[in-house]
């Protein structure tokens, strides 16, 4: 019985491997409602696993919603290398999307103390070698097409910073120079942009967090001193939950706010609308903090919801400018919007592997929205976000009270939430 059931499983790895490449080899790109098709990276290998095992147990339907995510475009992230390693890395990624004729999403993740060296710590250990490591990539890249989503959270976590209201962050590493750190964030930022902007078929956008984190005025104030206005744009939510709906209104925002502080008040970074006081001509400044949990409109029913207000403010104070600076959104995990604890925990950590969630809206240019270039799986669904203890312990090998179990490594497959976030994809996958 023991041989017969190895041989059976063996049997069900070889098909499903077979139908994967027969689904993915003809183009291996997904056609998005426009005309550009973006790239399909190889499958992470515990997809595959997966994948053999929900089929020796006659899950069918589980294999198909797996088969699907995997052959839905998302990007390709460098973390790391010397940069001869990275440029090998990135060339042989635009070189495979070339010859298929499509545009790969490239995430450079390398900043010196990345993730304040948390659950994605790693990165360049210097500005020197973080600038080498950039002109790695842009040798790799050369001429061919890119979307270059430029080091998540690099301006949501900057190391010794402090606000514009004169707040000093969270983000206090004892290895760097305090007088010195945040001021090198940005050089190494700027580096980047002008680099790789250089180039003459890619897109390079910022991070930008999303309408759960940084104020619109905050958030503006860093994009320009990181060169957003040498950039494409600005991206949000990687990683994240958010509903798109609020990633478009808050991504409008700081686009307008960015219109604001370069053409008509340079210091009037107190004056943009921002998520946590939605007063404007509207509603008669009568403003109250919006709630991510639910889904911003100028229609919405509740005050927490509506963003009316907010958007006359912009309305007033821009007059006759139009904001121009453009976005993307990931929209990977975002279908059920973000995660609401039904139970107490020390730290929550929304952002850590939540359950319930959904695969959003698949990849594409065709937005509906002028001022938002794509709609993009950043995060390939199914990576974990790290090793999440709720706050009920530290370090490694402690149990997620979520998930029962120690959650993956961060980028390392979690099988379970792959296929919950394909059950509750919204739109469902077809």
């Not at 790895?13 to 005309?35: E, K, R």
């Not at 390079?204 to 744009?233: F, M, P, S």
């Not at 976000?385 to 706050?391: A, I, P, V, W």
Request: with cysteine; hydrophobic share 40%; glycine share 10%.
């Amino acid at each position: 019985m023991a041989n017969y059931s190895m041989l059976r499983h063996l049997l069900v790895v070889g098909m499903l491997l077979a139908t994967i490449i027969t689904l993915a080899t003809p183009s291996f790109a997904a056609q998005v409602n426009d005309t550009t098709k973006f790239y399909i990276p190889k499958p992470n290998h515990g997809a595959l696993r997966q994948m053999a095992n929900l089929g020796s147990d006659g899950r069918d339907a589980d294999v198909n919603l797996i088969r699907k995510l995997i052959n839905t475009p998302s990007s390709v992230w460098v973390t790391s290398g010397t940069p001869k390693e990275a440029e090998q890395k990135v060339r042989q990624v635009t070189q495979q999307a070339a010859g298929k004729q499509t545009v790969p999403v490239i995430v450079l993740y390398n900043i010196p103390f990345r993730d304040c060296a948390l659950y994605s710590a790693g990165g360049a250990t210097s500005v020197a070698e973080y600038k080498a490591w950039i002109d790695g990539v842009v040798r790799g890249i050369e001429n061919r097409s890119a979307y270059l989503i430029l080091e998540p959270d690099g301006l949501g976590i900057i190391p010794w910073y402090t606000t514009l209201d004169g707040q000093l962050e969270w983000c206090q590493p004892q290895e760097v120079d305090p007088a010195t750190a945040a001021t090198e964030r940005f050089t190494m930022m700027n580096y980047a942009v002008d680099q790789l902007g250089a180039l003459p078929n890619t897109r390079i956008y910022l991070d930008a967090t999303h309408g759960g984190w940084l104020n619109v005025g905050e958030i503006t104030d860093r994009l320009l001193k990181a060169g957003v206005q040498n950039a494409d744009g600005f991206f949000l939510n990687v990683s994240n939950y958010q509903w798109t709906p609020n990633l478009v209104q808050y991504g409008t925002w700081v686009s307008s706010c960015i219109a604001y502080i370069t053409q008509i008040n340079a210091s009037g970074f107190g004056e943009c609308g921002n998520q946590y006081w939605s007063g404007g001509p509207a509603n008669n400044w009568q403003g109250v903090a919006l709630d991510p949990m639910l889904v911003w409109s100028d229609d919405a029913a509740t005050a927490n919801a509506n963003t009316a207000g907010i958007n006359s403010r912009y309305a007033s104070i821009l007059g006759n400018v139009e904001p121009t600076t453009h976005f993307v959104a990931d929209t990977s995990r975002n279908g059920q919007g973000p995660w609401t604890p039904t139970q107490s925990f020390p730290d929550p950590q929304t952002w850590c592997n939540p359950p319930a969630r959904g695969l959003g809206i698949r990849p594409t240019t065709d937005t509906g929205n002028e001022l938002v270039d794509a709609f993009l799986w950043v995060k390939l669904p199914g990576e974990s976000d790290g090793q999440c203890s709720r706050g009920l312990g530290s370090g490694n090998n402690v149990v997620d009270p979520i998930w029962g179990r120690v959650d993956p490594a961060a980028g390392s497959w979690f099988p379970e939430q792959a296929l919950e976030l394909a059950k509750l994809a919204n739109p469902p996958l077809q």
